[in-house]
């Protein structure tokens, strides 16, 4: 995510919580059956493991990972690259469901990080001492991982089940990383007796400064400024296998078998089923063909794009900033869509892939007109609509039952609303992308996050692979599941659950082989909506009237 997108809608999720605890209860859950295979099935080998994915109504998904000697579930993020975790010894309300870090086997850095999230209106924080301890996911550990133990946060995280952020981007936005490698300059004094910069004040998106790496380096360099290939150090590209996040420092220490990992999201509302939730680590889920995914390249931000200067010596290397693609085109049920007039025409189109963004955001004008056709902010459930992302050439359609979420239309009926937002406009000096494609569309494929040589993208590139999971028939089956809502008057199901500690034995493969869930038959009674809260651990109480406020809080976005 940007964690804006996270928290925005987490926000409004938690605003709904309190509007609605005095009306009827009206989500339906349903028991999601779905057999783990415990630790000892788990897929894992050298180099290669994979895990199952919980999730939170569709809204965030989660897995298990080990922080000391907790193991605890944290929201898997491709938009952020910083693994936090909340301590037990947060103030304010920390009581959670889920177990929070005790830091007995914490090795205190001595620094604070302060993460502010959202824009200036719906801003959040997570402040703690930034520290080590041994960190793992899936069996797969490393000793000496940098990472934030969260003593104050206004987040809504433990309100979605999860106790912590898992960041999987690159090190050059990884915030921890940036106030180590900081800290560790301003302790040596620059000629000038300067102390560098250290800017703490992260406000959405986040585009990450790279300007201490050129303050640090001594005034004769100066004059050379304009030649930027002589003004960073092979030292910061080099302590990403130190001061990295958990997965860099897994791929510089060689530990999995590919420099990458993959994963295919659940759907936990709508028409339950879906992909089996998993994240795969190390290489593709078994059984798919890396020829049988789309790769396309991963945008890189030169130094005149404000980003990471090349070490000296490699000059003419760029490195990738964020999960961000090329897009060629988008098409909303069948019409090609006109370029946003908001960004500057040189700025080629592209999109962040973020895990941790519940929703699709694209530019204001093109939105607004997707809005139009679809005849304003509501509309009929039963009408499939096709958002189709053309990249690399293929198409890459949203499943029409992952397009919408269920609402209530100004006259009061069952509706539905588009899972569309707004995002801001790419800027020459910011991030580059134009689109974040969130839950929506990672639920709609099989996508593969390679990260290649992260200190030299040239010797092995970074690249994200997509396989369109969608069947042919979704727009069929989304009629389906809303006509089996209707016939019951019953609201369209949705549920939680925890992230396993196993894998889930897939019920059946899919399109193109990506193995299913299973999917549950709609009987809609209180009966399977109390077996449901009973056997899935994060359904609490709260969690119900969440889901019951999460339908509106979307409609909000
Ligand atoms: C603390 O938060 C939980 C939900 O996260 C809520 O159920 C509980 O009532 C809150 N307690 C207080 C004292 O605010
Ligand atoms: C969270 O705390 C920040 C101060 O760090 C404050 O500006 C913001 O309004 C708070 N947000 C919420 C949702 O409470
Ligand atoms: C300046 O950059 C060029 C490549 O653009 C490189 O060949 C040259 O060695 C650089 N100068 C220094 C002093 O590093
Ligand atoms: C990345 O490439 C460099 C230069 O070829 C090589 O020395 C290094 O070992 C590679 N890193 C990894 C993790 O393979
Ligand atoms: C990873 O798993 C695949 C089969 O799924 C196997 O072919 C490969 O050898 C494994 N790699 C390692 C390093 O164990
Ligand atoms: C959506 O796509 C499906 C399959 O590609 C197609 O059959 C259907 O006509 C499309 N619907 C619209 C409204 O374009």
């Keep these: 995510m940007t964690f804006w997108s996270l928290v925005l809608s987490l926000s409004l999720i938690s605003s709904h919580v309190l509007a609605l605890e005095n009306e009827p209860r009206k989500g339906i859950h349903l028991p999601l059956v779905r057999r783990e295979v415990r630790r000892e099935g788990l897929h894992k080998r050298a180099g290669n493991a994979s895990i199952g994915i919980g999730d939170f109504v569709d809204v965030t998904y989660n897995v298990l990972v080990q922080v000391g000697e907790v193991e605890t579930p944290l929201v898997l993020d491709t938009g952020s690259a910083d693994l936090w975790v909340i301590s037990d010894t947060c103030i304010g309300n920390c009581s959670s469901s889920v177990p929070l870090y005790p830091q007995t086997t914490f090795s205190p850095s001595g620094l604070t990080v302060q993460l502010l999230y959202g824009d200036s209106r719906t801003g959040t924080h997570a402040t703690g001492p930034i520290g080590k301890d041994a960190a793992g996911i899936a069996g797969l550990s490393l000793q000496d991982q940098y990472l934030a133990a969260i003593v104050d946060t206004n987040t809504t995280v433990l309100e979605t089940g999860s106790a912590g952020i898992l960041g999987l981007g690159f090190p050059a936005i990884s915030v921890v990383w940036r106030q180590l490698i900081q800290a560790q300059l301003s302790g040596v004094p620059t000629k000038k007796g300067k102390r560098v910069h250290m800017d703490l004040d992260y406000h959405r998106p986040a585009f990450p400064s790279f300007d201490f790496m050129f303050s640090s380096v001594p005034p004769q360099a100066h004059a050379k400024r304009q030649n930027a290939t002589a003004l960073s150090t092979p030292e910061f590209i080099d302590s990403f296998a130190t001061l990295g996040p958990l997965f860099s420092r897994m791929i510089s220490q060689h530990e999995l078998a590919q420099p990458m990992f993959a994963t295919t999201l659940q759907r936990d509302s709508i028409d339950i089923g879906g992909n089996v939730g998993q994240l795969s680590i190390g290489e593709l889920p078994s059984g798919i063909a890396s020829e049988s995914l789309t790769w396309v390249p991963l945008r890189a931000y030169s130094v005149a794009e404000h980003g990471l200067p090349p070490p000296t010596d490699a000059p003419n290397e760029v490195y990738p900033l964020v999960w961000e693609i090329a897009i060629d085109d988008v098409y909303f049920d069948g019409a090609k869509l006109a370029r946003s007039a908001l960004s500057a025409p040189t700025i080629t189109l592209s999109a962040l892939v973020d895990t941790g963004n519940s929703l699709i955001r694209g530019p204001q004008d093109v939105i607004a007109s997707i809005m139009d056709s679809l005849g304003g902010e509501t509309f009929d459930c039963s009408v499939p609509h096709n958002l189709t992302f053309l990249i690399g050439g293929k198409s890459f359609p949203i499943d029409p039952r992952d397009f919408i979420h269920q609402t209530t239309s100004e006259s009061n009926e069952p509706a539905c609303s588009a899972n569309l937002a707004v995002t801001d406009p790419p800027s020459a000096d910011g991030f580059l992308y134009s689109w974040s494609l ?58 939680s659950h925890a992230a396993p500690s196993g894998t889930y034995a897939a019920s059946a493969t899919g399109v193109g082989g990506v193995p299913q869930a299973t999917s549950v038959s709609n009987t809609n009674t209180d009966a399977s909506a109390n077996a449901a809260r009973g056997t899935h651990g994060i359904v609490s109480a709260s969690l119900s009237l969440a889901l019951c406020g999460l339908v509106t809080a979307l409609a909000l976005l």
């Design 438 to 495: 969130g839950d929506p569309f990672l639920k709609s494929v099989l996508a593969a996050f390679y990260y290649g040589n992260l200190t030299r993208p040239s010797q092995d590139p970074p690249r994200i692979g997509l396989m369109s999971t969608v069947p042919s028939d979704g727009g069929e089956r989304l009629k389906q599941a809303i006509s089996a809502a209707e016939a019951v008057n019953a609201p369209l199901a949705a549920t």
